[in-house]
Structures are given as structure tokens and as C-alpha cells.
């Protein structure tokens, strides 16, 4: 069976047993702070979870797709993805218990549907703690479907229970469903949910009753659901007797690019886990760049930063295997072919997908050997010393100066034998934040957000000012910088109106040096080391104080808060809206980026 019948067949059931057919949502939520994205199905479905009536009714059912990156450390194996696509059957306060496992196991071992072994069949369910009880319902109805007692466990809460989905919202026990693969057991505690992958979990049927509360109370709902949650990706490997989802028809193609870009064999074991995560990793960032509610970029916060994360570990792993550069938006368009019939919102953006996998490359790929040697020389220092610690600070330097996720270093130094220092990594962010901070107050109102399109304003402010003391004189100081995320003002010494031609010339630098695509890069050191290495330094810092210095390559040098584009390149193009008196003897520019050509990427 393929993935495409599966779909097909599993609403078609449900719309049998009275269920309408809905579409998946988005996986950037809508209105939902408390999760950067889809994780399950239920989260667009919460307000009806709590009561709310449905405009399709109280039996739902869908296919919904999800990113889950709790667990990426675990893609690699035969079954972890950090995207995939979740089948549902939803009772909004309407059936319960009985109906939702008699229509689970009926789906699971009917001819007509999936046709598995019943004797393959085990269960889970939950073993109840303080307050909840144990869900002897479950356990009856199993039985009388005729799962014998020792195929039905019953475990805590930590296996047995779902949701929320966020901090607070609908929750409760549910009931699990395993296929035996067969395999010999690992031991004689094996059973389901343990991991050496002999029983695979393909199907969740959870009972919400609770509503977890903002401190930590679970009260009755006012309705009790159903959500029920089948993995598409799993069920067709276990359905099609595949060693892992990365042999189905939904990788096969993408594997197969994936070996023809690699160079040549490496280790068999390093090479089976990288081309999985990459695979993985490159899948994800497709459908999240694709995802038709939008907004999601490669960047520094939030879900910005996951997607960030997700392909800059995609190229390391890439690299792994001797897969040279460009390979993103190679890899990207297998994806996209492979999926257009289902999600043609991945064809509709697909320009968008491609420009934005080719630049996130090529922003890593300028600092990633950089900073690939800073480690190397840390770590052999440490080693050296005997050491097995890196410090918080310099995984810190890798991520603000390098753009190394922290958990990437974490590997890095996992490879080596040595651990990272998060608590000081943690402190080393806080105080870079409070640095920010003070910084911004300085600069009178400075960067009250910081958001992306605030950060590269903030960059282009430190080429403007270089690009004005080129075509204007040294004497031209900063005054007062404002950036809000629609433009920068920048109030500088000079004691009269610019021309047309100079203010064209400015342009053209901070263009040109745009165009350049510098890598921005930063370094902390005294005031007075600052001051010494020609860097501009606006703001009065205590003698000795420790200060960052930010560098647009070898263009400009700034004693800064920062933060910063990684690159000139991710700027667009600088355009000079207007020039005019601020105070005697200065000025004021105000100054826009446009956003970049999109859709253009080098082949
Ligand atoms: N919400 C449950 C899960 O994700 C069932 O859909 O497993």
C-alpha cells in the first residue's frame, strides 16, 4: 500500500463510520504562542476540544502535518522524523472509549483496510497515578476485542498520557498500539514502547477529559473527545515490510539524490545516519518554508531558529558524506516533486523554498569552516590540558560569531569526548542580551525589537556610516541611530545639506558592499584594544570594560551591542528615502532596505 492509498483509505473509513472529511492546517500555528509549530493534530483543533461547536460537526477526521524537533538527536534510526503526516479521527465530545478502539482495531486488521496480524497486536494503556485512575475501560474493551492480558500493558503516565500540546489545554490517557516486528526481543523486559525497535508504535487513541491549567491542575472538560493519531510515514513502512521510513516511495527518491551527490564511501555506519538526517532535516525545511501560512525564514529566534538549525545540520551532515555545495535546493526540488500532488503549496512556493535553502547555504558555508577551525583549535587545546569541558563562552562566540547552533557545538564536542558548558553558555547569551540592551539605550530608543528586519537595519547603519565618512570626511559621527523594523534613521555631524551626487555615491557603497555579501563577525575585547584596532566606538564605556566589536568583513569595525546579520548579503538593497537637518551641525538620513530579488538562485 502507498502512502497515497493510505490517506485515501483511512478518511474513507472514517467518512463510513460518520465522519467529515476536513483539511490539515498549517504548521505555523495560527493565535498559538505556547508552540512554534504543528506538533500533532490536535492544535488547530484546541477551541473545539474545549467546547466550542465545529462548523463540520463532532466527528472529524484528517490528515495533518506535523514538525516535532523534540526528538532530532534520535533521527537517524529507522523511524524517527522530525516531519511527518498524522491520520485522525476526532470526537468532539461525541463517541468515547469504546467506539474509538473498535474502529482503531478494526482499521488495523480488517482485509479491507490495513489486514495486519491481529496476533502482531499489542497495546498500551494508562496504569493511572494520583487523582486519575487506572483506565480499566480501555483494558476491558481491548479484551473483548480479544488482545490477550499479556499483550495489554498497562504504564505511567510518561507513556500513557497526551497532551498538551503547549503549557496548559486538553489532555488525558490514551491508549497505544504497537506491530510486533518479529524481531527477537532485547531482553526479558522488552515490550511496547521499549526502544530497540521490535515493537513500532503505529497508532494513538487518546481519551481527552482534562484541561491542564495555567498552575498545574487537571480539571474535567466540559466534553470528552477523542484524537486519535496514526503516523503515515511509519504505517507504510511496516505496511510495505521496509527495514525503516527512509525506504518507502515518500524517501526513496530524495535517498537516491542524496547518493548520487555523495563523494566517495565513507563508514558505512557514519554514512547510513547522515544521509537519513539529511534527508530528514531537508524534508522538514522544505515543507516549513513551504507551508502556505508562511512567515518562517532561516534566523536567530523561535521557529526561525529550528528551521535555521535544521539546515545548517542538514549541511553538516551533507558534508559528512562529501556532498559539495548547492546541494539544498538540489535535494529540495526531489522533495517538492515528490509531494505536489498532495501539498501544492510546495510547487506555489517553490521559487520561495529554493532562494531561501541557496542563501541559508551560503551564509553557513562562509562561516562554517571559520568557525569549524575555531573548534578544531579549542578543542585541541583542551584536549592538551587534559580538559573535557568547553566553556559557555566559547560556544557562545561560535554561535554569535559563527552561527553555530549550540546543540551543533554540542555534537562537535560530543565527537571529540568533551561536553559543552550550557549553564554558561546560557549566561554568556544573557549577558550578550543585556549588552544589547544597554547598548540600544544609548542609542536613545535603539532597536526596540529585534526581529530580522530590525537586525539587518542595524547593519546597514553600520555600513551607511562608514559609506558617509568615505564620500563625506572623517569628521562625520554618529549622533543618534532609531531603527524600527520599517526603516533606519541615522543623525550624524555635518555641517551642511548633502547633494544629490554624494548622497547617490553613499548608496552606492553600502550597496556595493551588500553585494559583497562581508561576513559579519564579532569580537569581544577591552574598549581601549577597540579604540586601538580602528574600531568606531559611539558610546562611552567604562575604562578596562569589556565591549563587542561587530565587522562587516574588512569594510567596517564597531563597538556594538550588535545584534546582527550574519552577512552583508542578506540586506537587499539600501535605498536613501530622505536628507535633512536634524539640529545644527547635523544631519538626518532616512534610509529603507528593500527586500532581495527573490527567485534567482546561481546554478
Ligand atoms: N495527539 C496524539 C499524538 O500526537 C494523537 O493524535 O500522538
Given at each position: 500500500m502507498t502512502a497515497d492509498q493510505l490517506r485515501d483509505k483511512y478518511l474513507r473509513f472514517f467518512e463510513s463510520k460518520g465522519h467529515a472529511v476536513i483539511s490539515g492546517a498549517s504548521l505555523i500555528p495560527e493565535n498559538d504562542p505556547t508552540v512554534l509549530f504543528t506538533t500533532a493534530g490536535m492544535h488547530p483543533l484546541v477551541p473545539y476540544l474545549l467546547g466550542e461547536p465545529h462548523p463540520a460537526g463532532r466527528r472529524l477526521t484528517d490528515v495533518q502535518k506535523c514538525v516535532r524537533t523534540?526528538?532530532?538527536?534520535?533521527?537517524?534510526?529507522a523511524s524517527h522524523l522530525t516531519f511527518f503526516e498524522m491520520l485522525g479521527n476526532w470526537s468532539l465530545g461525541d463517541y468515547f472509549k469504546r467506539e474509538a478502539i473498535e474502529w482503531s482495531y478494526e482499521f488495523l486488521t480488517s482485509k479491507d483496510c490495513l489486514?495486519?496480524?491481529?496476533?502482531r497486536i499489542s497495546v498500551t494503556v494508562f496504569a493511572g497515578d494520583d487523582g486519575v485512575p487506572r483506565d480499566e475501560e480501555s483494558i476491558a474493551i481491548w479484551r473483548g476485542l480479544g488482545i490477550p492480558p499479556e499483550r495489554i500493558h498497562a504504564l505511567p503516565r510518561e507513556d500513557n498520557w497526551w497532551g498538551?500540546?503547549?503549557?496548559?489545554g486538553p489532555c488525558g490517557p490514551d491508549t497505544e498500539m504497537f506491530i510486533d516486528t518479529l524481531k527477537p526481543a532485547c531482553g526479558t523486559d522488552c515490550r511496547p514502547g521499549c526502544h530497540c525497535g521490535k515493537y513500532l508504535e503505529i497508532w494513538n487513541d487518546v481519551f481527552m477529559q482534562y484541561n491542564k491549567t495555567a498552575d498545574g491542575r487537571y480539571e474535567p472538560l466540559r466534553q470528552v473527545n477523542v484524537d486519535t493519531g496514526m503516523g503515515v510515514e511509519r504505517t507504510i513502512s511496516m505496511l510495505q515490510e521496509r527495514p525503516s521510513v527512509f525506504e518507502t516511495e515518500l524517501f526513496a527518491p530524495l535517498m537516491a539524490a542524496i547518493d548520487s551527490l555523495a563523494g566517495p564511501p565513507v563508514a558505512a555506519e557514519v554514512a547510513c545516519r547522515a544521509r537519513r538526517i539529511v534527508a530528514d532535516h531537508l524534508r522538514t525545511a522544505t515543507f516549513i518554508l513551504g507551508d502556505p501560512r508562511g512567515g518562517v525564514?532561516?534566523?536567530?529566534?523561535g521557529a526561525n531558529y529550528v528551521l535555521r538549525r535544521l539546515i545548517r545540520r542538514a549541511v553538516r551532515y551533507a558534508k559528512l558524506l562529501g556532498i559539495g555545495s548547492g546541494f539544498a535546493r538540489v535535494l529540495a526540488e526531489v522533495v517538492i516533486d515528490n509531494y505536489r500532488h498532495v501539498y501544492p503549496e510546495l510547487e506555489e512556493k517553490r521559487a520561495f523554498i529554493l532562494a531561501e535553502l541557496v542563501a541559508e547555504e551560503e551564509r553557513f558555508e562562509k562561516t562554517l569552516s571559520a568557525g569549524q577551525r575555531e573548534f578544531d583549535k579549542v578543542a585541541a587545546a583542551l584536549r592538551q590540558h587534559g580538559q573535557t569541558q568547553l566553556s559557555g563562552r566559547t560556544a557562545f562566540k561560535l554561535y554569535d560569531?559563527?552561527?553555530?547552533p549550540l546543540e551543533m557545538t554540542e555534537e562537535l564536542a560530543a565527537e571529540q569526548g568533551l561536553a559543552v558548558d550550557r549553564a554558561g553558555y546560557e549566561a554568556a547569551f544573557s549577558k550578550h542580551q543585556e549588552l544589547s540592551r544597554q547598548n540600544d539605550a544609548t542609542f536613545k530608543g535603539g532597536l526596540a525589537d529585534h526581529g530580522e528586519a530590525t537586525t539587518r537595519l542595524h547593519t546597514a547603519t553600520h555600513l551607511l556610516q562608514k559609506a558617509l565618512q568615505i564620500v563625506l570626511g572623517d569628521h562625520v559621527q554618529q549622533k543618534g541611530s532609531n531603527i524600527t523594523p520599517e526603516r533606519l534613521r541615522f543623525d550624524f555631524t555635518h555641517g551642511e545639506k548633502m547633494t544629490p551626487g554624494q548622497l547617490a555615491e553613499v548608496e552606492r557603497i553600502v550597496n556595493e558592499q551588500i553585494q559583497r555579501n562581508l561576513p559579519v563577525t564579532m569580537e569581544t575585547m577591552t574598549i581601549e584594544e577597540a579604540r586601538a584596532g580602528g574600531a568606531m566606538a559611539l558610546f562611552t564605556a567604562k575604562y578596562g570594560e569589556q565591549v563587542k566589536v561587530y565587522s562587516a568583513g574588512d569594510f567596517s569595525k564597531e563597538v556594538c551591542g550588535g545584534p546582527h546579520a550574519a552577512s552583508t548579503g542578506e540586506l537587499g538593497r539600501f535605498r536613501i528615502q530622505k536628507e535633512e537637518s536634524s539640529s545644527a551641525g547635523v544631519r538626518r538620513i532616512k534610509a529603507v532596505l528593500e527586500s532581495r530579488a527573490l527567485g534567482t538562485p546561481s546554478c
Open positions: 523534540g526528538d532530532i538527536e534520535a533521527v537517524g534510526d489486514g495486519f496480524d491481529p496476533s498538551p500540546a503547549g503549557q496548559t525564514k532561516p534566523g536567530n529566534l560569531t559563527y552561527g553555530f
